[in-house]
Structures are given as structure tokens and as C-alpha cells.
């Protein structure tokens, strides 16, 4: 049986804004493949949770890429993995939580 994806609002709120500058700056196809991506890695993981790296402060805590720019941070409980922010990799570092 496959896990049940959990997104929590801030990594929705996240991919969404994302969308929408692509959508706004770029054009509709790239936004499209933007958000089919992010459908992909949540299908990989699924089907592989370890896929993923393990973060450098929260063991438990992996990372995917999407794009160069973008990484999704998850976690798994019990029969479900938690998607639980999206973070620009752009960033300055120190300001990750995760990292």
C-alpha cells in the first residue's frame, strides 16, 4: 500500500507562490512544468521515501531537489510522508532550518 501524502499549508503556500511568479514572469508551460515536477518527486518519494537526502541538522528530515532553485523538504510517520516546506536553494544557508 502506498503512504499518504501529507502537504502542510506552508509548503503549499510555497509551491503555489512559486507557480504563480512562474505563471506571471515566465509563461504558462513553464509553470505547468513547474508544478507537474513537484507532482513527480511526491510520486518518487512515494514509492521510494529514502530517496531523498538526509538533512544536515534533522536526521529524520530529507530533502529532494525539484529544480536548481528549489528544494522540498519531507518527512515520514508511520503510513504517511509530510511534505513540509519548500525552500529556495538561493538562500543563504544559515537561514535554513533544516540545513
Known amino acids: 500500500m502506498a503512504p499518504r501524502i501529507v502537504i502542510l499549508k506552508r509548503a503549499d503556500k510555497k509551491i503555489k507562490q512559486i507557480y504563480i511568479y512562474l505563471l506571471e514572469n515566465w509563461n504558462q508551460k513553464v509553470a ?29 528530515i530529507r530533502r529532494k531537489l525539484i529544480t536548481k532553485h528549489n528544494c522540498l523538504y519531507y518527512t515520514f510517520k508511520n ?15 544559515v537561514k535554513n532550518p533544516y540545513e
Open 32 to 60: 505547468d512544468d513547474f508544478y507537474k515536477r513537484v507532482e513527480s518527486i511526491t510520486n518518487l518519494i512515494a514509492t521510494y521515501p529514502y530517496i531523498g537526502q538526509s538533512s544536515a541538522k534533522k536526521q529524520h
Open 79 to 93: 503510513d504517511s510522508i509530510i511534505i513540509l516546506d519548500v525552500i529556495d536553494t538561493r538562500r543563504n544557508p
